[in-house]
C-alpha cells in the first residue's frame, strides 16, 4: 500500500510539473502569437511637422575668395572691488575657432566696369576691393575651457535662466578676429585669388591680356 501511494504521489508530481511547463509555454510562446499583448503599449512616433515654406530666393553676386582661420582665447574676469575671487566675482577662458571670409561684389558692376581695347584685345576689369564678411564660429570645437565663480555668483546662477550663458563671450570672440585681419594676408590673397579665376575665365572666352584694378575707396 506504501509502494502504490508513493507511486501514486510520483505520477501526481509528474503530472503537476508538465502542467506548470505546459502553462508556462502557453504563456510565453503561444499567446504572444496569438494576441499581441504589446500593441496598446507600443511607442509611435508621429511627425506633424509642417511642410518647409520658401520665403524668399536672393542672387548672390559675392566671391568669396579666401578665407582665414582663426583660433581665439577669450579670458574675461568680473572682479569685485574689496571681496575676495571665491566669494564673488567670476573668471571664464573660453576658446572660439572660427573663420573669416574675405568676398568681392560683384552686384554693382555694369559696362562700365569692364574695358576691352578691340585693337590690342586687352580687358580691363574694376572692380571693388575685397570686404570682410562676418565671423563664422565653429561651435562642435569651441567652448568654455575654464570657468572659476565665486560662491554668491553660483548661489545667483540657481535664478538665473542662463546662468552660464555664452552669447558675450562669442561676440568678443568674433570682434578680436575681426580685428586680426589686417594683421594677416587675407585680404592681398582675396585679390590675388579673384584675379587669377577672372583671368582664366576670360582666357576660355578668348581674351588672354586681362588686367583687374581693384578701386579703393576715396579719403574724405
Given at each position: 500500500?506504501?509502494?502504490?501511494?508513493?507511486?501514486?504521489?510520483?505520477?501526481?508530481?509528474l503530472f503537476g510539473f508538465g502542467a506548470v511547463v505546459a502553462v508556462v509555454l502557453l504563456i510565453g510562446?503561444?499567446?504572444?502569437?496569438?494576441?499581441d499583448f504589446s500593441t496598446p503599449f507600443t511607442k509611435e512616433q508621429i511627425d506633424r511637422t509642417p511642410p518647409v515654406v520658401l520665403t524668399e530666393i536672393i542672387d548672390l553676386a559675392e566671391f568669396?575668395?579666401?578665407?582665414?582661420?582663426?583660433?581665439?582665447?577669450?579670458?574675461?574676469?568680473?572682479?569685485?572691488?574689496?571681496?575676495?575671487?571665491?566669494?564673488?566675482?567670476?573668471?571664464?577662458?573660453?576658446?572660439?575657432?572660427?573663420?573669416?571670409?574675405?568676398?568681392?561684389?560683384?552686384?554693382?558692376?555694369?559696362?562700365?566696369?569692364?574695358?576691352?581695347?578691340?585693337?590690342?584685345?586687352?580687358?580691363?576689369?574694376?572692380?571693388?576691393?575685397?570686404?570682410?564678411?562676418?565671423?563664422?564660429?565653429?561651435?562642435?570645437?569651441?567652448?568654455?575651457?575654464?570657468?572659476?565663480?565665486?560662491?554668491?555668483?553660483?548661489?545667483?546662477?540657481?535664478?538665473?535662466?542662463?546662468?552660464?550663458?555664452?552669447?558675450?563671450?562669442?561676440?568678443?570672440?568674433?570682434?578680436?578676429?575681426?580685428?586680426?585681419?589686417?594683421?594677416?594676408?587675407?585680404?592681398?590673397?582675396?585679390?590675388?585669388?579673384?584675379?587669377?579665376?577672372?583671368?582664366?575665365?576670360?582666357?576660355?572666352?578668348?581674351?588672354?591680356?586681362?588686367?583687374?584694378?581693384?578701386?579703393?575707396?576715396?579719403?574724405?
Amino acid at each position: 500500500m506504501a509502494f502504490q501511494t508513493l507511486k501514486s504521489g510520483g505520477r501526481a508530481l509528474l503530472f503537476g510539473f508538465g502542467a506548470v511547463v505546459a502553462v508556462v509555454l502557453l504563456i510565453g510562446i503561444v499567446l504572444p502569437r496569438l494576441f499581441d499583448f504589446s500593441t496598446p503599449f507600443t511607442k509611435e512616433q508621429i511627425d506633424r511637422t509642417p511642410p518647409v515654406v520658401l520665403t524668399e530666393i536672393i542672387d548672390l553676386a559675392e566671391f568669396r575668395a579666401a578665407e582665414a582661420q582663426f583660433e581665439v582665447i577669450v579670458d574675461q574676469e568680473d572682479d569685485i572691488a574689496f571681496v575676495p575671487d571665491f566669494i564673488a566675482g567670476e573668471r571664464v577662458q573660453y576658446v572660439a575657432v572660427g573663420s573669416v571670409d574675405a568676398v568681392v561684389d560683384f552686384s554693382n558692376l555694369d559696362e562700365d566696369s569692364v574695358i576691352f581695347d578691340e585693337d590690342t584685345g586687352k580687358a580691363v576689369i574694376i572692380l571693388p576691393e575685397p570686404t570682410i564678411g562676418d565671423p563664422v564660429i565653429d561651435y562642435e570645437n569651441s567652448g568654455v575651457m575654464n570657468r572659476d565663480r565665486g560662491v554668491l555668483d553660483r548661489l545667483g546662477g540657481i535664478f538665473s535662466d542662463n546662468p552660464t550663458g555664452e552669447e558675450k563671450l562669442i561676440v568678443a570672440a568674433t570682434d578680436k578676429m575681426v580685428a586680426a585681419v589686417p594683421a594677416s594676408d587675407l585680404l592681398q590673397r582675396s585679390e590675388e585669388n579673384t584675379e587669377k579665376m577672372l583671368i582664366t575665365l576670360l582666357a576660355g572666352a578668348g581674351v588672354e591680356d586681362v588686367d583687374v584694378v581693384f578701386e579703393r575707396p576715396s579719403v574724405t
